[in-house]
Every structure is written in structure tokens, then in C-alpha cells.
């Protein structure tokens, strides 16, 4: 079973459509905040998508062939705090949720996290701040950029993509 946490009313109703629909992974959709789940309600899901949007990431997984029953987290913090759609606020953006999740991946330890964030984060030390956060945890994680039109996009839209992997 998966575990789907989206808590814009109108995203977490199309995650419901999705899953009915058959076109990603039967599972449970959260409306919560991130910062209101605990690692305890997690336990018993195989992949847990975070920050879900209309299920971009589960159809990636699909797409790239890796298995439903293999054990993944995913997700894609909100951009606001460092893009261009933002006030420019940061770290000090309330919309800054990557402390929540990293809350989550360090209390659960997720074998394998893949994540997106806008490019522009990295001028402002978001992957910086990651990269050591899943590093003292003992994760080897590595990114790179890519932008939309590399997969035929009429439009650029830069995006950091990142893999942190246990050493276990």
C-alpha cells in the first residue's frame, strides 16, 4: 500500500481519481500538513510520496520500470520559498517544509529517496542544507539539473532532481 500526503484539497481528490482510476498505486491519501504527520503513521506503507501533487511522482516511478512493491519515498518540496512564484523569503519562508520531511526520513529510514526542487534553490544553499542533512544520516545523494525540454518540453523550467540512497 502506498501512502500519498497532498494537503491541497483539490491535488489530494485528483491522487483519488488516479488510484481509482488504476493509474497509480492503490493507497492512502493524507490531507494533513507535513508537519503534522509522524513516523508512526507511516509504518506499513511501501512507498510514501510527499508534497504528492497529482501523482507525478508514482507515474515516474512506473514509467522507469521500478516495481510497486519495492520500497521508495519521493517528493518535491514546495518551490515558493526559492523561485521566481515566491517572495523570495528562503530558509525564512514558512513554506520551507524540507525540515518536516527530513524529520520523517531520519526517524523512519527510507532505503531509497528520490526529490525535485526548483534549480534556483541551489543558489540559495537548499541543496547544501540537504545534502548535509542526509549525509550525517549516513545517505550518499547526488543531483543533477535537468530542464523540460530535454524530455521535449517547449519551455526550459530548470529542476534539481536528487537520489539519496542508506548505506546500510
Known sequence: MNYYNERDPYAAAWLRNLISAGLIPVGEVDERSIEDVRPVDLRGFTQCHFFAGIGGWPLA???AGWPRSLPVWTGSCPCQPFSAAGRGDGFADERHLWPAWFHLIRECRPVCV???QVASAIGHGWYD???ADLEAEDYAIGGVVLGAHSVGAPHQR???YWLAD???
Do not use: H, N, P, W
Request: proline share 0%; glycine share 6%; net charge neutral.
Open 166 to 168: 542508506a548505506m546500510r
Open 61 to 63: 516511478l512506473d514509467l
Open 114 to 116: 528520490f526529490g525535485e
Open 129 to 131: 542544507l540537504v545534502s
Open 158 to 160: 530548470q529542476r534539481l
